[in-house]
């Protein structure tokens, strides 16, 4: 019987190049890299905390320049290849998606936390026992802050004023902390008129120019859009049709077709049977009994001067999202055919003009009852 040697080549499993870390060496590394970005951050916490001038882009191509103490903002921005950073960087991002606060605080007190641990690994505490304490103490602190978070008042302005301390005390270390009182007041009162959590049915329109001061919360919907020439620019006691329908049909628009005329008159036969055909179309929807219309695709020139005859405030390409909450707002449906106005429900609200802020013309809806809201 012959016996072969058998021959076990080693598998390698990392990369040519790359350095391993085991024990006390990873723990280490991963120590150095999240204390160095907690230590980073740590400026920046507080109400006199410092703001980060950021500086990027790459190069050949634009630059820019940031200024801010967001920790969310700071990280996002900074690269980091250590895995504990990494981690850091996560849970930042994750505070600001959930929370919208605390995204240094979380980053600094992670990074602080495994500084202590550190310290009890070289004293010779195994690392599950450090694991299981800071359970138990997440457990004591979660119950400690449900205790204390309740307000515990039913009177409305208490909770009021409790909430507008909540809102100057987030905003104590953000740009806008000189006019904290300001915007802690918009924020409280958009909230509460809300009447739920639902924080989308807030719309932050933003406007190049002006001043800080110059912010101001309305209880209406701003839709940066303006009405066809010659229509009415205020309507009152308003009925809308909300539509997601082409009207652009008067000037052709076929893809990879060609028409082929043999004169000029047969030209101008397609020309008035497109007209017809939208003015049929205008005709449905001016018999849906309406004095807005307003469509999330363009309106071209002939049925924008149907409604203006028609004395139909007309507003064209208003985005997907904006026409959402549109028909949200004044409790409308979307719809796309007009052969049965009895089945369309239309929005409707009690004022709609024209109102320009800084340099833009925007459509601001009032609609009642205000729990549409």
């Given at each position: 019987m012959i016996e072969f040697p058998v021959v076990l080549n080693p598998v390698q499993i990392l990369k040519r190049d790359a350095d391993?870390?085991?024990?006390?060496a990873a723990r280490m590394s991963s120590y150095a890299g999240a204390m160095a970005l907690g230590d980073m951050l740590k400026s920046t916490l507080g109400p006199k905390g410092m703001d980060k001038i950021l500086i990027g882009g790459r190069e050949g191509g634009p630059q820019f320049m940031h200024v801010t103490n967001d920790g969310a903002t700071i990280l996002k921005s900074v690269g980091v290849a250590n895995p504990a950073a990494k981690i850091l960087v996560d849970?930042?991002?994750?505070?600001?998606t959930e929370v919208g606060d605390g995204t240094t605080t979380v980053a600094v007190l992670a990074a602080q936390l495994l500084h202590q641990a550190e310290l009890l690994i070289e004293s010779g505490i195994h690392p599950q026992i450090i694991i299981r304490g800071w359970r138990q103490a997440l457990q004591a602190a979660r119950a400690k802050l449900a205790d204390i978070a309740r307000i515990s008042s039913n009177d409305p302005e208490i909770f009021r004023e409790e909430l507008?301390?909540?809102a100057c005390t987030a905003l104590g270390s953000k740009i806008l902390a000189s006019h904290k009182k300001l915007f802690a007041e918009i924020a409280v009162n958009a909230v509460l008129r809300t009447k739920n959590t639902d924080l989308s049915c807030i719309h932050v329109i933003t406007l190049p120019g002006g001043r800080l001061t110059d912010s101001f919360l309305d209880s209406g919907f701003l839709l940066q859009k303006k009405a066809g020439n010659y229509q009415p620019n205020r309507i009152e006691n308003a009925r809308v049709l909300i539509a997601n329908t082409p009207m652009d049909t008067d000037k052709i628009?076929?893809?990879s077709a060609q028409i082929v005329t043999d004169s000029i008159n047969r030209l101008?036969?397609?020309?008035?049977?497109?007209?017809?055909?939208m003015k049929k179309k205008v005709d449905k929807i001016i018999a849906h009994n309406v004095n807005v219309f307003i469509n999330r695709q363009l309106i071209y020139n002939y049925p924008e001067q149907l409604f203006a005859d028609a004395k139909i405030m007309a507003i064209e390409h208003a985005d997907f999202d904006g026409i959402t909450r549109l028909a949200h707002v004044l409790g409308g449906d979307i719809v796309s055919t007009f052969d049965n106005p009895k089945q369309t429900k239309l929005g409707s609200c009690e004022l709609i003009e024209e109102v320009c802020l800084l340099v833009k013309h925007v459509r601001l809806f009032f609609a009642e009852p205000p729990n549409r809201f």
């Open positions: 391993e870390e085991k024990g006390s849970i930042s991002l994750v505070q600001d507008l301390n909540l628009k076929v893809f101008r036969d397609l020309e008035i049977a497109e007209k017809a055909k």
